[in-house]
């Protein structure tokens, strides 16, 4: 039997509306997730414009509502997480252990932000009598989302914190993963964060809880400065909006760190004039992570490579869901990563437009969709 949900649905103009979603009862290897809270970040906004209607949403958390035919390890009522990467566990890359860029499911790899395999059968979401496809083969801003049993994770803590989890599925793991899994950083070294928005406000607790023994935010926004102190920077640097490629900055991270520069230097602000950036912080033999996913022609200083510093775009912080989403849970239970603060404002669905507008005005750390 079918159900409406309240959702948000992209026209693919630059626009949405709240509507209903009609979904239908989970197929083979599929589960209907209620949503409980679903975080929000800029890809929701660029989803207005995909050409296409959608639901949108990719980052949240809820309860099972029903399950289909051939699931075995998961029953209604459980809590989960949702994860938009969604791995086969068969081809190449996830057997190599990069789940993150699976070659079958994931919809950036795979799909181009498109259906793939790791999306429920598409008819099962209709809207205005057409099937209607969601965002990152979730969507979960509405009341449910239909998935895949891989897009989900199922969490035992007893009384979760749906707000806080909601953002684990996204932002934080990017930020997090980055720094843990794809960087490695290594206790007592130092770290240089540009951008303090959501994501890199992750990248500096990730640090923190690695160990790093310096960990400098570097931000145009002296508030921003400020909630870096309070996620784990030890120092903190006002760029100039001026300084072209924050090369005035660079000098300052050298002067700090003995000369030489940063072991690791994280980009997170997403724009493209900085893309190279990162590398003019570290150190001969230092890591520069492009964290922020710039997809733009740029040019580079090849000299800024020098000597032997490795730079890398890691995908979702090389998220392994199962893996990684209960240890995010555990340290957030512990302490150590701060969701709660995270967590700026809380809106209803039908504030979209408002949780948007601030969203792009920067007003939030990170917006969160709730649920009743």
């Known amino acids: 039997m079918s159900i409406q949900s309240k959702s948000a649905v992209a026209k693919g103009d630059g626009t949405f509306i709240i509507t209903n979603v009609t979904v239908a009862e989970p197929k083979a290897g599929e589960l209907l997730v209620k949503i409980k809270a679903a975080g929000l970040c800029h890809t929701d906004y660029d989803s207005l414009t995909w050409g296409k209607p959608i639901v949108m949403g990719h980052e949240g958390a809820g309860i099972i509502e029903k399950v289909g035919p051939e699931i075995k390890d998961l029953k209604v009522g459980d809590q989960v997480l949702l994860n938009w990467a969604t791995p086969c566990l068969s081809c190449f890359q996830c057997q190599e252990g990069n789940q993150h860029i699976c070659e079958n499911n994931s919809p950036v790899v795979a799909g181009g932000n498109g259906h793939t395999p790791g999306h429920a059968h598409l008819e099962g979401s209709q809207w205005e009598g057409k099937p209607i496809e969601r965002s990152f083969n979730l969507g979960t801003l509405s ?150 996913g710039i997809e733009e022609d740029i040019t580079i200083d090849m000299r800024l490579f020098e000597w032997d510093k490795i730079y890398i775009n890691p995908l979702y912080g090389k998220c392994r869901p199962q893996i990684d989403f209960p240890k995010l849970v555990r340290l957030y239970k512990k302490g150590d990563l701060k969701l709660d603060e995270m967590i700026t404002k809380e809106y209803k669905l039908d504030d979209l437009q408002l949780a948007l507008d601030d969203m792009l005005a920067g007003k939030n750390a990170k917006g969160v969709i709730v649920f009743d």
Do not use: H
């Open 143 to 292: 009341e449910y989302a239909l998935v895949k049993e891989s897009a989900v994770v199922k969490i035992e803590e007893e009384n979760l914190n749906f707000s806080a989890a909601s953002i684990i599925s996204c932002g934080v793991m990017t930020g997090y993963g980055s720094v843990v899994n794809s960087a490695k950083l290594a206790a007592g070294s130092s770290a240089v964060i540009l951008g303090c928005g959501g994501v890199g406000l992750n990248v500096i607790n990730a640090c923190e809880i690695s160990g790093a023994g310096r960990i400098i935010a570097v931000d145009i926004n002296p508030n921003k400065l400020e909630l870096a102190k309070q996620f784990g920077a030890t120092d903190v640097i006002l760029a100039d909006k001026a300084d072209v490629g924050l090369a005035n900055v660079a000098e300052q991270v050298k002067t700090m760190l003995g000369g030489r520069g940063a072991d690791y230097a994280f980009e997170c602000t997403a724009i493209p004039a900085l893309g190279a950036a990162p590398l003019a912080m570290i150190r001969n033999a230092g890591t520069a992570v492009q964290v922020s």
